[in-house]
């Protein structure tokens, strides 16, 4: 039985044909995240971790071709910004059968079709962690999460996959199951700034967080609007994931990265759709400005 398959949503008061798909559906509406194992093969984790092997010591600001080295507040890492253009495999994970499915679904409501809004490598040392953030009280298009009559519409979904295992001490996810239907601020982000977020402590110090623990090549997918962060990494080594986020192609890129006219032409109608969203409309050569 496949996990990630459609199933009815039972409002009919039928039995779904799928109870599985109907279960993991339940659990993301009910936690607003779901763990997808094994969701990248061995040959793509393998091929991912050789790039990040191969990079010399970066900062901020630095470019590798169209990728951009960056980071949020300094102590969560370094953030590979734009990363789908280090290479096929990061291509390879735009449309990643495991999740690309459940997304579109969860977004269904949206007639634009679906886009990534941003994509990025983080690695984060000893010490390092992201302080607690978001939430369902946020009115903004991007944390908004319906299911009424059996329809989503998920205004972002974020999928972290594991680069490295991460377990206690590998400064691990955190959310809050259930924050993205609160209309509440979670009290740690009260003294916040615009009570959005919070850097200056770990997620983990906050009320009823949960560290989402994950084995290399397993991916997370939650709404955005979960309140989330992480634990901070104590542990010797390196703690790797990738994300992207993928929200309605109407709402526009984090950063707004410029594709290259190489990364488009070689990417699939599929993907570059995921990219550039609805194709532009110009005016015949020669129509007046």
Same mark, same amino acid.
């Given at each position: 039985? +496949?996990?990630?398959?459609?199933?009815?949503?039972?409002?009919?008061?039928? %039995?779904?044909?799928?109870?599985?798909?109907?279960?993991?559906?339940?659990?993301? $509406?009910?936690?607003?995240?779901?763990?997808? *194992?094994?969701?990248?093969?061995?040959? /793509?984790?393998?091929?991912?971790?050789?790039?990040?092997?191969?990079?010399?010591?970066? *900062?901020?600001?630095?470019?590798?071709?169209?990728?951009?080295?960056?980071?949020?507040?300094?102590?969560?890492?370094?953030?590979?910004? +734009?990363?789908?253009?280090?290479?096929?495999?990061?291509?390879?994970?735009?449309?990643?059968?495991?999740?690309?499915?459940?997304?579109?679904?969860?977004?269904?409501?949206?007639?634009?079709?679906?886009?990534?809004?941003?994509?990025?490598?983080?690695?984060?040392?000893?010490?390092?962690?992201?302080?607690?953030?978001?939430?369902?009280?946020?009115?903004?298009? !991007?944390?908004? %999460?319906?299911?009424?009559?059996?329809?989503?519409?998920?205004?972002?979904?974020?999928?972290?996959?594991?680069?490295?295992?991460?377990?206690?001490?590998?400064?691990?996810?955190?959310?809050?199951?259930?924050?993205? *239907?609160?209309?509440?601020?979670?009290?740690?982000?009260?003294?916040?700034?615009?009570?959005?977020?919070? $850097?200056?402590?770990?997620?983990? #110090?906050?009320?009823?967080?949960? #560290?989402?623990?994950? /084995?290399?090549?397993?991916?997370?997918?939650?709404?955005?609007?979960?309140?989330?962060?992480?634990?901070?990494?104590? +542990?010797?080594?390196?703690?790797?994931?990738?994300?992207?986020?993928?929200?309605?192609?109407?709402?526009?890129?984090?950063?707004?990265?410029?594709?290259?006219?190489?990364?488009?032409?070689?990417?699939?109608?599929?993907?570059?759709?995921? !990219?550039?969203? *609805?194709?532009? @409309?110009?005016?015949?050569?020669?129509? @007046?400005?």
């Amino acid at each position: 039985m +496949n996990p990630l398959a459609s199933s009815s949503n039972g409002t009919d008061g039928q %039995v779904p044909t799928d109870m599985q798909a109907y279960e993991n559906d339940y659990l993301f $509406d009910l936690l607003g995240f779901r763990v997808l *194992k094994q969701a990248i093969s061995p040959d /793509q984790l393998q091929r991912i971790n050789d790039w990040v092997d191969a990079q010399p010591p970066r *900062k901020p600001g630095d470019w590798l071709g169209n990728v951009h080295v960056h980071s949020y507040q300094g102590h969560d890492g370094t953030n590979y910004q +734009n990363i789908v253009e280090a290479g096929d495999v990061f291509e390879e994970m735009m449309d990643n059968p495991a999740w690309f499915n459940p997304v579109r679904r969860y977004m269904v409501n949206d007639f634009n079709g679906v886009a990534i809004q941003e994509n990025f490598l983080n690695v984060r040392e000893q010490g390092g962690y992201i302080g607690i953030h978001s939430g369902g009280h946020i009115p903004a298009a !991007i944390f908004s %999460v319906r299911h009424h009559t059996g329809a989503w519409n998920v205004g972002q979904i974020n999928v972290l996959m594991a680069l490295t295992d991460i377990g206690p001490g590998d400064g691990a996810t955190v959310v809050v199951p259930g924050s993205h *239907k609160s209309h509440m601020v979670h009290p740690a982000m009260l003294g916040g700034n615009q009570q959005i977020h919070r $850097d200056d402590m770990p997620a983990s #110090e906050g009320l009823m967080t949960q #560290e989402v623990h994950l /084995q290399k090549g397993d991916a997370l997918m939650f709404t955005d609007a979960i309140t989330h962060g992480s634990s901070p990494r104590v +542990n010797p080594g390196q703690r790797r994931v990738m994300i992207y986020r993928y929200s309605p192609s109407s709402i526009s890129p984090r950063y707004n990265y410029v594709p290259s006219p190489e990364f488009l032409e070689r990417l699939t109608p599929q993907r570059r759709a995921l !990219i550039q969203g *609805k194709p532009r @409309l110009l005016p015949p050569e020669g129509a @007046l400005a």
